[in-house]
Structures are given as C-alpha cells and as structure tokens.
DNA sequence: TTATTAATGTTAATTTGTAACATTAATTAT
DNA sequence: ATAATTAATGTTACAAATTAACATTAATAA
C-alpha cells in the first residue's frame, strides 16, 4: 500500500467519490493506475466502482440505519407537526416512520430544542445538528432500533418533558390510539402521563385498522394531525371530543 | 413513476445492487430504458450508477455510523480479549475504536452474552445477533457516538456487571488509564468500581502518553491487553503490580 | 379520430474499461 | 555494487458501456 493509495482511501473514507481522470492528473499517473487502485479497494470491499471512478462502500452496521423515504402524507404531517414544536423545549419524540420524518426536519429547522426519544434513526438523524439529544436507555429490540424495558420508562423520571409527539400502530376515533407491542405499549402511556402535551403524527388509514394494546384514549392527546382521508365520520367524532384535529 | 420504475427502487430499499443488462431481460424492455430509470434515481439521490448498473445510495444518518477499519493490532488485542469473556455473562462494553472491534468480533462469535454499552456503533454492531443489547441513557455528545452525563451513570446501577472491556485515551505504567474528557472519565470511574474484573484494551503507543483525566489506577484493573511494542520497563512494571498482562 | 405528448427503442459516436504486453522502478541475491 | 528478479506503472488495441440524437410506439388530450 502506497503514499497514493493510503490517500486515495482517505478521500473514501471522507465519503468522496473518486473520478478516475481527475486522480490520475492530481497524482500524475496513468488513468490505468488509478483504476488499479480502484479495483484493489473494490477487492478489499472499501469501494464501489461506477462509471469513471467509484464510490466508498458503506459498511454492514451502516446499513442497518437505514430507513426508507417517508411518505408524500408523511411529509406534509411531519411539516405541520414541526409549526407546533414551540422554541427551546424538551420534546420526547418516539420510534416510528412519521416520528421520524419529524426529526428529519427538525435536523434542517432552527428550532433549538432538546429531544428525548428512544429511537436510534431518530438519535442518529439529530446527531451533530443544533439540536441536543438524549436517548432513553434500556434494551434494545431485536426487530426494530428502539429501546424498551422497565429501565427506559425510569429513564423518563430523569426528564421533564413539554410535548410528546408520536405515532402509533392503529387508531380509532372512540377508543384511542394504539400499539401491536405490549411493552412499547407500557412506555408509550407512560410518556403520554409524562408530558405536558401530547401530539399524534399518523396517516388516516391507521383509523381503520385498531391494533393491539391501548395506549391513550382520545382525551388523554392534546392534538392529532393525520391526512385528508381521514373520513368525515372520524373527523367529527375526534373534534366532538375537543380535541384539536389538524388534516393535511 | 411506472410499476417497473417502483419495483427497482425496492430492490435498491432492499440494498440490492441494479445491473442493466439483468433488469432489461426482467422487465423485456430495453437497456436503454432500464439506464434512463437509474439515471432517475441518481437525480432523485436514491442511487449510485456505476458501470452496468447501480447501487443504492445510503441516506446520510447512516453514514454517520461508519467507523474506520480497526488496525491490525487492534484486531489481534480484541481477539484475545474475546477469549477472556466467559459465556453467559454481562459485560460492559465502553466507547472506543478497539472496544468497537471487540464488538465486531462478538457479533461474529458463538458466545451468548449481554452487552451493556454507551456506543452507538458498538449497539448498531451487535444489532440483531444472539447478543442481548441494553444501552446506558444520557446525552449524546456532538462529537462522537457515545452517551454521557449523570444520566448514563445513573443507568449502570440498574445492572449487575461481571466484566468490563474498555480502552483509553493515554497510560501510564505506575499511574494507570487516562482519557480526555471529564465527563467521560466520571463515567469510566463508575464502570471500573462496578464491575466484577476490568480488562483493559489498547495499543502500546497509548503507554507513551498520559492524557487529561485518570480514570483508572493500574491496580484496579484486572488484565491489560497491548501488543508487544509494549516496553520491556512498562512491561515489568504492569506485572509487578500483579496485573495480568497480555501482550500479542 | 386526430393532435400532442410522453415513453421507449434504435443507432452511431464517444467514453470508459479490459487485457496483453512494454517499460520503468524497486528488491533481492550474488 | 551489479545483475537478476519482481513489482509497479505505462501503452496500446480491442471490448463494453454510455451518451446523444433521432425514430418509433404508446398514452393522453383536444
């Protein structure tokens, strides 16, 4: 291993993509030995080669973080969730696709406030931003990057916490809202009882299919923001309630 | 976007590499087609073409998580430390590069065992193998993926320790292990009075400088594991104080 | 139905990649 | 130190992939 190709690999490692031709002038060497170098580090799994020079490679823990695009809904829920997260507050944000949508653009707001959430994305989409995190400890599941178990619920005691925003696994307008985890289940009431306010970030169709354990009832949220087609039906049952319902 | 184009894009979701040629026999339209959706995809940043097709584009969170490559002395120290883990015990492991590859080798491994740690990496390393994973709370700092704070300390009460592995920023053969920030070193202090044995892992060149905060004395620690650049001085001395040390 | 637009296919020219061999630089043995 | 050997780099001709421009087909709107 060469002066180059240690630098070469340092420039990966920066997560910069290398261009054959640009390398081979600033080395000044045969384009031919720069695609060498980049069949070497493919070999050796650093790299991925494109069209004209490669990639680094991402490796196997990486991958495990990363999770899909949000939704069209998603995102406009997301949006107005973020107009209500007043400045320099503690907000416990919990595990979920929506929830996590909403650190997204948290990560790109100005909003300076600190997040409690159990969720590793979310920790991990926060990470190095304006924003201070703090993560529940705890287990870590063996299905899904979020921490459960009687030691993140005392880790909640530790926090006073202003607002709440989280999704769940299904709703209904009478009965509440809903997980398909008993112990998720037992954190997620006790963040609920925590929290000075609590907002639901879901997509209407969750309305439709009630899952397995309760964790709020209607009048225990402050808030629920979910898309247009939620029926009118559920509409008016939610504000009948008085509670503050937002269609996107 | 046509069933074709969103069925690629699930292959990509799903970290499947896209070749042109293949995907063009697969969906019986041709190549030129199946490049137009991947040039698509590159514009929308879900992917990375290289030459013949292209490769999923990692978001950025999880990039954040990428760790460099443990050198070869490090491997060889976290080896032999993996054969001083009893199974079927609880181990702390602590943040660091050479704890990370004792991770790495524990994922590979048959031992079954609980992890306690306060490492982002080393958690997302041990992410859905046999291992049991419990992270400490507390607040992430803004500069490595690691938890600290009162919090943290806080967490380790609620479990009993057999062993902790841990590394350090700098050592010294009469004073012990140092490390750099305060806050982290409160945390060490704790680890190292918990826990039943405590094996040290690190490379030898971090005997020939002491850093900011002692965390450790020598005669706290149960084993040392270096490798043999070690000092014969250093060396006599660690023994001396009937320490175990392993050299490799 | 026809006009219009979007999507896909085809082709030739360009760029990039490969493989084989030539040359130079670096090691090793004598 | 010199020759022999090996490793690294350069060069070339050829193969493969990409691009760009245009042709064709399918889908949509007038």
Redesign the interface.
């Known amino acids: 291993m060469n002066v180059r190709q240690k630098k070469l690999i340092e420039k990966l ?1 920066k ?1 910069e993509r290398l261009s054959i031709e640009e390398e081979a002038v600033i080395f000044k060497v045969a384009p031919m030995t720069i695609r060498r170098d980049i069949q070497l580090f493919e070999k050796q799994g650093i790299a ?4 004209g020079g490669a ?1 680094p490679r ?2 196997e ?8 695009d949000a939704s069209a809904a998603q995102k406009k829920i997301a949006r107005k969730a973020l107009e209500l997260i007043p400045d320099d507050c503690n907000l416990m944000l919990s595990a979920g696709t929506t929830t996590l949508e909403v650190a997204r653009q948290l990560a790109a707001s100005d909003l300076r406030i600190c997040v409690i959430t159990n969720s ?2 979310v ?6 931003t304006k924003i ?9 599941r ?2 899904s ?1 979020d ?1 459960i178990g009687p ?2 619920e ?2 909640l005691d ?1 926090y006073y916490i202003d607002l709440l925003i989280t999704g769940c696994d299904g709703a209904s307008a009478e009965e509440g809202f809903f997980t398909k985890d008993l112990n998720l289940a037992e954190m997620e009431k006790k963040s609920v009882k925590k929290s000075s306010r609590t907002i639901i970030v879901t997509e209407s169709h969750k309305f439709r299919k009630p899952a397995f354990v309760k964790f709020a009832s209607m009048t225990e949220v402050s808030t629920v923001i979910t898309d247009k087609k939620l029926s009118g039906e559920d509409a008016s049952k939610i504000t009948k309630s008085g509670i503050e319902l937002v269609l996107v």
């Open positions: 490692h997560l991925i080669r494109t069209h990639v991402i490796s823990p990486a991958q495990l973080f990363i999770q899909p590793l994305p920790a991990a989409v926060l990470f190095q201070q995190v703090i993560l529940t400890g705890g287990s870590l063996n299905n990057l921490l030691v993140t005392k880790n530790e």
